[in-house]
C-alpha cells in the first residue's frame, strides 16, 4: 500500500507545472485579457472579463451573458498593480449592497480607491500550465485583503464586486463567487 501512496505522489509532483521563483513585477506592458476561474461555477469558470460602456467614460465589468454581455477586451495592462484600458483604471466604489456588503468593481477615470493587484506565478487547474494570477491585494486606501468575486446581474451575466475583509454577509439571493482572475496574453 506504502508504494502506491509513494507512487501517486512522484506522479503528482512529476505532473505539477513549476513556478519560476523569481517573483514577478506589479506591472504588466504587453496587453492582456482577463480570465476568470472556480472549477465549482460552471457558469463562469474560465470565461472572461468585458466592459461595458457607462455613463460618463465609465466602463462596468462583467463575465458571461446570453447573449454576451459587454465587449471583448483584449488590450489590458497592470500599471502598478491596477488593471488599465486606454486611460481609465479598475477602482472599487459605488453601488455598496448592504445585503452582503460588497462593492462594484468597475472601471473609470475618476479618483475612486483603486483595485489593486499583483501578478503571482501559479498553476492552471484544469491543464495545469503555467499561468500568471491577479492576486488581489486590496482597495487602494484600506486594510488589505478582501477578494473580488463575481455575482449574478442580468442575462445570465455576472458582475464584479469586492468582498471585503472581515465581511461575513452573504446574499441568499445574489450569492458573489469567488474567483481568481488570470492575465492571459494576447
Not at 136 to 145: C, D, I, L, R, S
Not at 163 to 183: E, H, M, Q, W
Request: aromatic share 10%.
Amino acid at each position: 500500500m506504502r508504494f502506491f501512496l509513494g507512487l501517486t505522489a512522484l506522479i503528482t509532483i512529476a505532473t505539477a507545472c513549476t513556478i519560476p521563483s523569481t517573483p514577478l513585477s506589479n506591472n504588466i506592458a504587453s496587453n492582456f485579457r482577463v480570465q476568470v476561474q472556480n472549477a465549482s461555477y460552471p457558469q463562469v469558470h474560465n470565461k472572461y472579463m468585458n466592459l461595458m460602456v457607462s455613463g460618463g467614460g465609465d466602463r462596468h465589468l462583467y463575465v458571461g451573458g446570453s447573449p454576451q454581455v459587454g465587449d471583448t477586451t483584449t488590450n489590458l495592462r497592470l500599471i502598478n498593480g491596477s488593471i488599465n484600458w486606454v486611460s481609465i483604471n479598475a477602482v472599487i466604489g459605488g453601488e455598496e449592497s448592504n445585503v452582503d456588503d460588497t462593492v462594484k468593481m468597475f472601471m473609470t477615470e475618476r479618483g475612486d480607491p483603486r483595485a489593486l493587484f499583483q501578478p503571482t506565478y501559479a498553476c492552471n487547474p484544469d491543464t495545469d500550465q503555467l499561468q500568471v494570477e491577479l492576486r488581489f491585494v486590496g482597495k487602494q486606501n484600506a486594510p488589505t485583503g478582501g477578494w473580488i468575486c463575481v455575482r449574478p446581474s442580468f442575462d445570465n451575466s455576472h458582475e464584479f464586486r469586492y468582498y471585503p475583509p472581515g465581511n461575513t454577509k452573504s446574499d441568499p439571493n445574489r450569492f458573489c463567487i469567488k474567483v481568481t482572475l488570470v492575465a492571459v496574453p494576447t
